[in-house]
């Protein structure tokens, strides 16, 4: 099940402003070509919204700065700003449950929620819920369960686990069931998850 | 050379056990780099326009506005890619007419379904290749779209391809021009005199709604167009050498000038072997310079790529009172999409492919009409026949009072039967599965309440085998670099690394599997018709078998003494006098002439067919149609297994979307042909919520003609769960369901039928 996103804007028009001349948002892919960078930038038009804001989003533990329009959401800026790729673009439309990511713990459709929204919350994609080199116990157990097979998915299911778990450590094999219903797994590896579940909520473990 | 087979027993070290995949980590964590994960310097964003219209002329194309806004850097439309003459492409699994496939990734002259790629725009972010595509205008001159598959065969229909022939059985009414690109006939002796010996005839018609395959990672591909003139393309594909040499012969490159990287796959299940963007990105990446990656939506998916065919089947059975059948009859027409697809061909085959039919017919059609061009799903064909023929055969059973597995136990296709397309079986295991289903607890098990029934169904796929090749270093610390050319969709690393590893009597944790681009490993051919585990695990074997025959050679050098005199088993290398184990040769090798690389290509022959058998057990809500599964189980005969938890998931994940396309999923068009449903959200996929535990039961009938006795695994199981469903909602509430998908609505207005008929 996902939360419902907060969807105020806490941006003033004075900050949609500010950055509306600073087309260097454009293409920021990865840090390393800055003259690619520039040149595109250069040539980015006049945006038919608001222009880019320099914004700081703190993502899997670390503060990541970009300057991004303010119609991109919180997926496109993760995955074509940030460099962050865990969460993966399916439908776009919330319907889908691949992009989902922790924002304060609540599991969120990346693709349904502004990158600008997002300031200030703590983000965390699958990739975030490891200790260092070790995996999450759920991701260890998805592992384990090869709940998997083209993997896809995966992050989004782990991260929707992951959040109905830290809500409520005591949930049920039917908590877990409902966390992901909002998720499709094509390959239809929902029998390895049920094996997963019932590992996490002790029943069969 | 001797195979594993004559050098152990049958007890495997690695083999049937359950390694957790190398590849594993990557994946929960989100590090796996799939294709939109791909970033280059100066990356630009591709998008691409589509028709609107599902059947429309094009009178003209002007992009001066889009190329004019700030931030574009390239666009292009079919005058950027030089027309190609009809001619047949081999795809591994199919194969392509080049002239349609560079119509079908863009339009030239006619637009045939909505959806159609138009034109195409890269620039400095999404959002302003979006706003450019508005920019372009495109002049239609709309025509009457046809979308369902009489109609299309119909004389007065819409005609798509003007100058469309018909290939195959001659057609002696048809005069002018068509939309039959295809007509089969297969013969078995003589239908009329078995059908007047039948006691039983029951003739029945099936229509099926097309489906998609549904994969969740959309298509995206990314094109850097060197200076040089080499291009390289990132791709999510199911095959890499397919891909390079479709994107070559259409942009007229030599195929040494295309290196195509395989990336991370997020499913495929037949639709991502023809390529739609690949071109589109590298002529986007000449015309601008630049890297340009092109990323489909969702919506594109579903109205641009290969669904499955929607079809009408009629099959007529004919039995003797005994329960023998004596002939049978199919008549089936299967949508081609915009341009001729052939998945007519193995849905004629497999239509009566689980029965020993003295007497039979088989006549299709591949109809060409506005919809996408369909592509290949998972034993493409095989699920529209299978939901048809099998019905029949329960209701044949019922009629004759036969119990339905014993049923299909008197007539079932086994070594030596002839199907009516000609081959006949080799050793294959059907009778196996009907035993092991019967005697499973699931069919005597009591089903009480209301509104509840028992189901059976069998489903056949043909398998393929084709080309694979690896190579695969040894190591100075004794584990393998296994390098290979297959797309791991689904486990294949490890299901091909087993083998190898079984070979040399090591682990599978010591191979390392690496799946490569174009250059760095031979030609492979895709990743579909259930070949992967066992052709380019057979490739492992024999380049594991040339390690071998290497390594013996260094040890006879080590040891002084002939090659002759060194024997090799599991894992082991010995003469009279001395011992070494792979580890430790290993180890010497580079004292000893240097590294030791295996290598093997082949071209499979010996595939092995698979059948299964499923029970279904579901309950019908009367009020609303809806059907809710309560127990499924799944016997197949799988070959030797490899890895138990990949062919069970292969069989797990078959029944998921068998269940999908029964109940569910469905192309929804208007009266103008446009698929009202392109989402996800009303285009429904199963869910966990919506899938019972289902139980895998293996049968292993090993392949005599693989080294470990392989078969595909994969395909098959998608292929009863409609026909088997069907049976038990009949079970459940006496009404026979002849229509795909079995949806809520469906059910709930045969309901009100029923009941006001009586």
Known sequence: ?205 | MATANETKTSSYRVIGTRPIRHDGVDKVTGRAVYGNDVQLPGLLYGRVLRSPHAHARIRSIDTTKAEKLPGVFAVISSADIDPHESKMAELGEGSVNLQYLCENVLARKKVLYKGHAVAAVAAVNAHVAEEALKLIEVDYDPLHAVTWVLDAMKDDAPILIDDLKTEGAPLPHSKGPTNIAQHIVFSKGDIEKGFAEADVIIEREFKSATVHQGYIEPHVATALWSPDGHLSIWASTQGSFTCRQQTAELLALPVSKVTVTPCEIGGGFGGKIRVYIEPIAALLSKKSGRPVKVLMNRADVFESTGPTPGSFIRVKLGAKRDGRLVAGDAWMAYDAGAYPAGIIGPGCVCVFSCYDLPNARVEGFDVVLNKPQTAAYRAPGSTNAAFACETVIEELAEKLGIDPIEFRLKNAAKEGTRRPDGPAYPVIGLVETLKTAKAHPHYSATLEGPNRGRGVGCGFWMNAGLKSSVTAHVNGDGTVTLVEGSTDIGGTRTSIAMQLAETLGITAEEVVPRVVDTDSVGYTDVTGGSRTTFATGWAAHDAAIDIVKQMSARAAEFWKCSPDEVTFDRGLFSSKSHALTFKELAGKIQETGGTITGRASVEAKGVGATFGTHIVDVEVDPETGKVKILRYTAVQDCGRVIHPSYAEGQIQGGVVQGIGWALNEEYVYDADGRMRNASMLDYRMPTAVDVPTIEPVMVEVPNPRHPYGVRGVGEVPICPPPAAIGAAIYNAIGIRMYELPMSPPKVCQAIINEASAK
């Open chain 1, 1 to 205: 099940m996902v939360e419902p996103i907060d969807t105020t804007m806490r941006l003033g028009r004075r900050s949609f402003l500010k950055g509306s001349g600073v087309a260097a948002a454009a293409a920021t892919v990865a840090g390393t070509m800055a003259e690619e960078v520039a040149h595109g930038a250069d040539a980015a038009p006049p945006s038919s919204g608001p222009g880019a804001v320099e914004i700081t989003l703190s993502v899997d533990g670390k503060e990541l700065k970009s300057s991004i329009e303010p119609r991109v959401t919180l997926l496109d800026a993760l995955r074509d700003y940030l460099n962050v790729t865990a969460a993966k673009r399916v439908c776009d439309r919330g319907t889908c449950g691949a992009c989902t990511v922790l924002i304060d713990g609540k599991s969120i459709y990346a693709c349904s929620m502004l990158a600008i929204e997002a300031q200030g919350k703590k983000i965390t994609t699958a990739r975030g819920l490891m200790k260092g080199d070790e995996l999450h116990p759920i991701q260890q157990i998805f592992w384990e369960k090869d709940a998997s097979q083209c993997g896809f998915c995966t992050p989004g299911f782990v991260t929707a686990c992951a959040a109905v778990l830290a809500k409520n450590p005591k949930a049920t094999f039917e908590d877990m069931k409902r966390a992901v219903d909002g998720n499709i797994c094509r390959c239809g590896t929902y029998e390895q998850m049920f094996q997963v579940f019932e590992q996490l909520t002790g029943k069969g473990a």
